[in-house]
């Protein structure tokens, strides 16, 4: 896997959180932004965290360091006594943080002083020659200007020196990339790499998917703060059946062949829908069904791209007592 530390499945866990739930009120109502959420970290992991607008990343971050408490659940650090999560404790100076795109700045300062100075707060050694790597590395060349006077790219780049400059041993990333180019998405990505190779774990929230695809080898997916999937990358991107045959047709769709068992054409606006596994399958309903597809309006073969395959992962299944409206319509030809 790309030459990077793979972790062992039987070591201590770095952080390891169990059954943590948190609530907010939000006037009337209670928001149940986490709920029963379990999560272990090993050394030297980059986990990517995925989940829509809502769904609790930002919350489960806050709770992990400190920033905000929780109704329950319980964390343990490098394997130590367990203690109620979300609250402070030494092992936060070995963490670094960089919270919804923003972080560890002071825009008063300049990203050199910035650097040196949570480095004290942290009550670790100011490390020049790190300093300027980091900063060679995600191509920020003004060390010097206040961070007020960057641009919105360049302040993020000061925010995760501030963040990473003190080699925590856990950083965690909510939304690294807002308002990075694309250069500087590669960059990061480096910078992440080389803190991978010197032990470093990543926890790296984000809804830039690509981002989160090259970089982390285990996905945790979250919605409504509950977690949907939590696994290696290939079992998160793999699909079973990744074509997507295309049909708008005025006819009804025919059968579905024996072969394709379980499977159903799906009603999609004006389009029917077929999912097949490969082009045997394809091949296979295509001649089948030639003079069917030989009338239609419009024909379309495609691959499930992982936007779609993610959407599909966070969509809520529908009650099994409820017949899907495609499968409902489905009329046969024969
Ligand atoms: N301080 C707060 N007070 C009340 N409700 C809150 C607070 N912070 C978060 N929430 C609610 O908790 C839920 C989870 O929010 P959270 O910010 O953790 O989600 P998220 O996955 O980070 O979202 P996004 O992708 O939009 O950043 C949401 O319903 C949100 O409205």
């Not at 825009?107 to 300093?131: G, I, K, M, Q, V």
């Not at 394709?260 to 829908?273: C, I, P, Y």
């Amino acid at each position: 896997m790309n030459g990077t530390l793979i972790p062992d499945g039987a070591s201590t866990p770095l952080l390891q959180l169990t059954q943590a739930g948190k609530q907010y009120r939000q006037g009337g109502r209670t928001v149940q932004a986490l709920q029963d959420f379990d999560l272990a970290l090993q050394p030297g992991e980059i986990v990517g965290l995925l989940g829509p607008n809502g769904s609790g990343k930002t919350t489960l971050v806050k709770l992990l360091t400190g920033l905000c408490g929780a109704d329950h659940g319980q964390l343990r650090w490098r394997g130590g006594p367990p203690r109620p999560a979300g609250q402070g404790g030494a092992h936060l100076r070995e963490i670094g943080v960089l919270l919804e795109g923003r972080g560890a700045a002071y825009e008063r300062l300049s990203t050199l002083e910035n650097a040196r100075y949570f480095c004290e707060l942290r009550e670790s050694r100011f490390d020049p020659a790190r300093f300027h790597h980091m900063a060679e590395t995600l191509g920020l060349a003004d060390v010097r200007a206040p961070i007020r006077l960057l641009s919105t790219g360049n302040k993020l780049r000061a925010a995760l020196i501030g963040a990473l400059i003190h080699r925590p041993a856990l950083a965690l990333l909510d939304e690294p990339t807002l308002g990075l180019d694309l250069e500087g998405v590669e960059r990061l990505h480096e910078l992440v790499r080389q803190g991978q190779r010197e032990g470093q774990t990543f926890l790296i929230s984000s809804h830039d998917l690509h981002f989160v695809e090259r970089l982390c080898p285990r996905i945790v997916c979250i919605q409504q703060g509950r977690k949907r999937f939590d696994g290696p990358r290939e079992a998160f991107t793999h699909v079973a059946h990744p074509y997507r045959l295309v049909v708008r047709h005025a006819a009804p769709c025919p059968p579905v062949p024996e072969t394709l068992a379980g499977r159903a054409w799906e009603r999609q606006e004006a389009d029917w829908v077929l999912a097949l596994s490969d082009p045997a399958e394809v091949m296979q309903v295509m001649q089948r069904w030639h003079d069917w597809l030989a009338s239609s309006e419009q024909l379309q073969l495609r691959r499930v791209d992982l936007r779609e395959h993610y959407l599909d992962h966070l969509t809520p299944l529908a009650p099994p007592d409820e017949a899907r409206p495609a499968e409902a319509a489905q009329e046969t030809l024969a």
